[in-house]
């Protein structure tokens, strides 16, 4: 049995676990769903996996000031359905969150809805049971469902990332209940998100962006790199017609049945980006086709690139095994917010 | 049989604010207003410099554009604003 003297958080007698549920829903301490109680036992185990102490500051959220502890981020995992080994991955999510590049204050209290998606890589997602196959953008596993809606009790309850509190959203979307996927490293032709971005090939890592709904295309007429990318910029171009022009982080999600023709045409995931980064733009007169004629102004001509660099692009290897199908996953806004990644263990400050 | 469960919030550690000073009277004062640059604020603080000037006879405004409509206003700006007796925060959207 894990050491509970050191936790520090008020402790509250209840009757049974239904009664749990009630006061807890009561407080606003949940996102409507049944929660695990978090005992002081269950939260110490988890932090005796992690192997940090209950006052371990995770981070210190830059605009309020608040002050994140391994303790509190491991009542909300537990809450969440999270099992120990998962901890790791969601104190690692929670410190990216942090990162002043990825503007957690502006992405999480803006009216324009956004979630927090999460991408794991490296050997964590195997040994706590990461499924990057079938229905990689839904709840695909225990792992990947319970962490990302860790992290969404995380901003709820000690950010207060609630809606009609910090949370302004006019509409959010299904991924603020929950949205982690993990790579499909082994039957991908190409080096890990978190290879590609911290440059060890054997690192876990948890990559976090503020991601708008996923958008789903189709192409499965075609072997060719270019026609099935053309798919992809067709969408990301819509995406900046009908919602923002500015350019960030968009990712894209390939399933096998599509990276099998690339590999087949030997591109490589730089191959990828540059491609996007010269086709994905429009100009600010295509406003005026969809209702925005109001803001086309004097700078009709101007042309927009989607991504502001190649290596904007996040390139992930997901999806079940039949289907050619991708999935856009356009950013917040722009590059208000830039995607964050950290690796399981690393501190940050230290 | 009871269960004991922990408090999931950041709780008790909640950091206690408190209202700016008020000044005294607003007449002549230098009042400045803090847009966070989206398009509809700019109606809504001439409207309010308009009734300030007329209403409470203010010396004078300076605006301030937000470099980043999500993020707290730059040092700079908090910097100039210490020159300021008064200062309006607004978002518009």
């Known amino acids: 049995m894990a050491d509970t003297s050191t936790l520090s958080s008020r402790r509250i007698s209840l009757d049974d676990p239904l009664s749990v549920q009630e006061y807890f829903h009561s407080r606003g301490w949940t996102d409507g769903l049944p929660v695990v109680p978090p005992t002081p036992d269950a939260v110490a185990a988890c932090l005796d996996w992690v192997g940090l102490p209950a006052d371990h500051l995770v981070g210190v959220e830059p605009v309020r000031g608040r002050a994140l502890t391994a303790e509190k981020v491991a009542i909300n995992a537990v809450m969440a359905g999270c099992l120990p080994m998962h901890v790791p991955v969601v104190i690692t999510a929670v410190t990216a969150m942090l990162a002043e590049e990825f503007l957690l204050h502006g992405t999480t209290a803006s009216t324009g809805g956004s979630a927090v998606l999460l991408i794991v890589n490296g050997p964590i997602r195997n040994e706590i049971g990461m499924d990057a196959t079938f229905n990689a953008l839904g709840p695909s596993d225990r792992a990947s469902t319970c962490i990302g809606r860790a992290v969404r009790l995380v901003l709820g309850n000690l950010l207060e990332v609630r809606p009609g509190e910090i949370d302004r959203s006019t509409f959010g979307h299904p991924g603020k209940i929950s949205w982690c996927l993990a790579e499909d490293e082994e039957n991908s032709p190409w080096e890990s998100l978190a290879t590609e971005r911290l440059g060890d090939p054997h690192v876990s890592a948890v990559t976090a962006m503020a991601a708008m709904a996923p958008r789903q295309v189709m192409n499965e007429w075609t072997t060719e790199p270019e026609q099935i990318l053309d798919t992809f910029v067709a969408e990301m171009r819509a995406n900046m017609r009908h919602y923002s022009i500015w350019p960030g982080n968009y990712a894209i999600v390939l399933p096998p049945q599509l990276r099998q023709h690339f590999q087949a045409a030997t591109w490589s995931k730089s191959d990828i980006q540059h491609y996007v980064f010269e086709k994905a733009r429009i100009h600010r007169r295509e406003w005026a086709d969809c209702g925005k004629r109001a803001v086309v102004g004097e700078k009709g001509d101007q042309e927009y690139a989607a991504l502001p660099d190649p290596e904007h692009l996040i390139i992930v290897a997901a999806g079940g095994p039949a289907g050619g199908f991708g999935a856009v996953i356009p950013p917040w806004l722009g590059h208000k917010s830039r995607a964050a990644t950290v690796a399981v263990g690393a501190c940050t400050d230290c | ?93």
């Open chain 2, 1 to 93: 049989m009871t269960i004991e469960v922990l408090d999931p919030s950041y709780g008790d550690e909640t950091r206690e604010f408190s209202l700016a000073g008020r000044p005294a009277s607003l007449a002549d004062a230098t009042v400045g207003f803090v847009s966070n640059g989206k398009q509809g604020t700019g109606r809504f603080f001439d409207a309010l410099e308009r009734e300030l000037i007329d209403s409470f006879g203010i010396g004078s405004v300076v605006r301030e554009v937000k470099t980043n409509y999500s993020a707290p206003a730059d040092p700079e700006i908090m910097d100039r604003a210490k020159e300021w007796n008064a200062l309006v925060s607004g978002i518009g959207d």
